[in-house]
């Protein structure tokens, strides 16, 4: 089983300023088959980034993912008030997915 | 819009079993692959299992290997979770989930439910 470590557990911000959040793979993620999710409390989580780096469909551009192996990183560039939320990284190169533990973004 | 609705969840007591159910509207089923993924109180998301188009594939976490069965039947747009010998550990919203590309078997999941509740507890 892959173990996916995200970092930091908490990270304070304020809206306007970047946003750097970090998913450490315990194996290589085959085919960078890396995905990103924001949940809101109460809502079901969101597909925003699939395949490492590819947006999903009507994501906004402000969000950015990267990495490859066992390190991957979701950007917001300039955070809105709407993307106050939890984010959790997914692996799916394997049979077996798993999740990371999360990342609370919250305001400063 | 493509929509997910699951239904089934309640409470049972340990040992117990319970069958979770999700109806598929608005976008062809059994040309997606499929998935479950828990959430229990106040904790993050695990991955729970998936199928494949044809239901020929099944794919399980190792925390519910042997005790938890998917199916679906795409004939009706319905996936389903048999969940036996169920334990406390057990207890989370379940979601149903599908996948985020045609015809292939991927578990990146790009439509959710809003997720059945499962209490497991005497």
């Known amino acids: 089983e892959i173990v996916l470590t995200q970092s930091p557990g908490t990270l304070s911000l304020s809206p306007g300023e970047r946003a750097t959040l970090s998913c450490r793979a315990s194996?290589?993620?085959?085919?960078?088959?890396l995905a990103w999710y924001q949940q809101k409390p109460g809502q079901a989580p969101r597909l925003l980034i699939s395949?490492?780096?590819n947006r999903a469909t009507g994501i906004p551009d402000r969000f950015g993912g990267s990495g490859s192996g066992t390190d991957f990183t979701l950007t917001i560039s300039r955070l809105e008030p709407e993307d106050f939320a939890v984010y959790y990284c997914?692996?799916?190169?394997?049979?077996?997915?798993?999740f990371g533990q999360g990342t609370k973004l919250e305001i400063k | 819009e493509a929509q997910l609705l699951e239904s089934g969840g309640g409470l049972v007591q340990p040992g117990g079993s319970l069958r979770l159910s999700c109806a598929a509207s608005?976008?062809?089923?059994?040309?997606?692959?499929m998935g479950w993924v828990r959430q229990a109180p106040g904790k993050g998301l695990e991955w729970v299992s998936s199928?494949?188009?044809?239901?020929?594939?099944?794919y399980y976490a190792d925390s519910v290997k042997g005790r938890f069965t998917i199916s679906r039947d795409n004939s009706r747009n319905t996936l389903y979770l048999q969940m036996n010998s169920l334990r406390a550990e057990d207890t989370a919203l379940y979601y149903c989930?599908?996948?985020?590309?045609?015809?292939?078997?991927?578990?990146?999941?790009?439509?959710w439910g809003r997720g059945t509740l499962v209490t497991v507890s005497s």
């Open positions: 989930a599908k996948s985020a590309i045609f015809g292939v078997v991927t578990w990146c999941f790009d439509l």
């Open positions: 608005r976008f062809t089923f059994s040309s997606y692959a």
């Open positions: 199928i494949s188009l044809s239901g020929g594939g099944t």
């Open positions: 194996q290589s993620v085959s085919n960078s088959y």
């Open positions: 395949g490492a780096s």
């Open positions: 997914q692996q799916y190169g394997s049979s077996l997915s798993t």
